[in-house]
């Protein structure tokens, strides 16, 4: 995601529990953490225009949890705790938002024990606060989120709810983990677009 207005580009690394695995990549400076099971940002800067040829760079955030014992899964998250950041987007204001892809097969235990469903969060990149915005329904991944040039409608994709945890589900009980967007009553789960609007009218996420 690029920040157009300050200049600086934000990249997430979503996860990787096999860092130091045989035959593995070890740990480096942008990927410090060898049991990286929460993820991280990483935020640059190019030195010059669209030709520069060199940038500097930082870590944004480490995921996490602060609850956990390991230290290499707390995270310095400032705000509400998260895990695996995947979809960014800065928009005209200059907001990060973030969206987390935990594993469905992962969520609920070991690390990501307290952390629930997937959320889209909003953060402020010269604090690093960062607010939990939504949550997604059971067993989805949020990922894509863009909104109108007033910032006043926001466009958000819940992907696959109701995926199962293990490799296949049963087509027999397709609502057994969620029948969302129609509730108990409708269909079986499907992905869909979420539109966001303030009631006041006003700009999404103040």
């Known amino acids: 995601a690029v920040d157009q207005a300050r200049g600086e580009v934000y990249c997430t690394l979503t996860n990787n529990s096999n860092r130091t695995a045989d035959g593995k990549t070890g740990v480096d400076a942008a990927n410090p953490r060898a049991n990286n099971t929460q993820g991280n940002i990483i935020r640059w800067r190019e030195q010059g225009d669209f030709h520069g040829e060199r940038f500097v760079w930082t870590h944004f955030v480490f995921a996490g949890d602060p609850k956990l014992a390991r230290p290499d899964a707390k995270g310095n998250i400032k705000g509400d705790a998260y895990s695996c950041p995947d979809g960014l987007w800065v928009d005209g204001r200059g907001v990060l938002w973030i969206q987390t892809d935990m594993s469905t097969s ?7 024990v307290n952390l629930g ?20 329904p059971a067993g989805c991944e ?28 049963d087509p027999t009980k397709p609502k057994a983990i969620s ?7 409708g269909g079986r789960p499907r992905s869909a677009t979420v539109v966001v609007r303030r009631k006041d009218g006003g700009i999404v996420g103040t």
């Open 106 to 112: 992962a969520m609920g235990k070991g690390d990501l």
């Open 117 to 136: 469903n997937n959320v889209m969060l909003a953060a402020d990149t010269q604090t690093g606060e960062t607010r939990r915005f939504l949550t997604g």
């Open 142 to 169: 949020v990922t894509g989120v863009t909104s109108t040039p007033d910032l006043r409608t926001m466009f958000v994709n819940i992907q696959h709810p109701g995926e199962s945890p293990s490799e296949r589900s």
């Open 179 to 185: 029948s969302w967007p129609d509730g108990p009553t």
